[in-house]
């Protein structure tokens, strides 16, 4: 395994890890904004403003795709359904190879809980996720 695959590797796992385990008092993950989840768990590929540029991107061997142009990829519509299922895990886009982006629907599910309470609560999260990177659309 490569250094730049090892730290990008390690990036993802200390990022499970601190879902997983968050600290004593530590804001609940499903109560994060859209903004507040995807700059804690997306701009590190995507860049601060989507649009493809994070610190990690450079060490990935798949170009890290603008979020800012999903709409005018998509003739001016929002593909929300599609982003949903990107993130939550239920769709892997064959052109990425191996899924280098991490499942985030099963990571914030398993940091809330089993309970029905907290399914409803990351589901709100993704919701709000999605929202967000549909109103950073050039």
């Known amino acids: 395994m490569s250094n730049?695959?090892?730290v990008v590797m390690g990036l993802a796992a200390a990022?499970?890890?601190a879902i997983a385990a968050p600290a004593a008092g530590?804001?609940?993950?499903?109560?994060?904004?859209?903004?507040q989840a995807?700059?804690?768990?997306c701009a590190s590929c995507h860049g601060k403003t989507g649009t493809g540029d994070g610190p990690v991107a450079a060490s990935l061997k798949s170009q890290v795709p603008d979020?800012?142009?999903l709409s005018r990829r998509r003739a001016g519509q929002f593909p929300?359904?599609?982003v949903r299922r990107v993130i939550d895990g239920t769709e892997i886009k064959a052109p990425h190879g191996t899924r280098e982006m991490p499942v985030w629907g099963r990571e914030f599910y398993a940091a809330q809980g089993a309970d029905e309470e907290a399914r409803w609560a990351t589901s709100g999260l993704l919701d709000r996720l999605v929202d967000y990177v549909a109103s950073i659309q050039k």
């Open 67 to 69: 979020l800012t142009l």
């Open 26 to 35: 530590a804001e609940k993950i499903a109560d994060y904004t859209g903004a």
């Open 80 to 82: 929300v359904a599609l």
């Open 38 to 41: 995807y700059q804690r768990f």
């Open 4 to 6: 730049a695959r090892a």
């Open 15 to 17: 990022s499970i890890v």
